[in-house]
């Protein structure tokens, strides 16, 4: 089960987490409201490919989205995109909407936005209905996450 994953891989770390059971939602505000949080709080992990076929983690908060040309700036490179959902699974060995970086396959490096330093955030936890909340410097800590502005 990929949430067995994701617990397995915070305690091999160190990093507390609870994962904790969510109604489906059909949206990202949807699951904010039946957390009872913002979107911001809700953090996407995106798997995104680089030209050369390995990948990189890019955690962004739930009311932003990903900016390419600041991504690319930190990360160094001229091309970066998302795989496709086969990518992705191959990838992580996560569906999509389900993505996270605990218990990942691979050690993909993980690309934090600054906006979510210092929160209480709410991530993928290997599986459908089931979100993992965790203290987000604890995560960037945890996975020795570049902390840039990532995001617009």
Request: hydrophobic share 45%.
């Amino acid at each position: 089960m990929g949430r067995e994953r994701v617990v397995q891989d915070a305690a091999a770390r160190g990093l507390a987490v609870d994962v904790v059971e969510r109604p489906r939602a059909g949206s990202l505000e949807e699951a904010a409201a039946t957390l009872g949080i913002s979107p911001a709080d809700i953090v996407k992990s995106l798997v995104v490919k680089r030209h050369d076929g390995t990948f990189l983690f890019a955690l962004i908060p739930g009311d932003r989205q990903i900016s390419w040309k600041k991504l690319r700036a930190v990360v160094g490179v001229n091309r970066l995109q998302l795989p496709d959902a086969g990518q992705a699974f191959e990838a992580t060995g996560y569906e999509r909407g389900t993505i996270t970086p605990l218990g990942a396959r691979g050690s993909w490096p993980v690309f934090a936005d600054a906006s979510i330093v210092g929160r209480r955030v709410a991530l993928g936890a290997g599986e459908h209905g089931w979100s993992a909340w965790v203290d987000a410097d604890a995560l960037i800590a945890a996975f020795g996450a570049t902390v840039a502005d990532i995001s617009d």
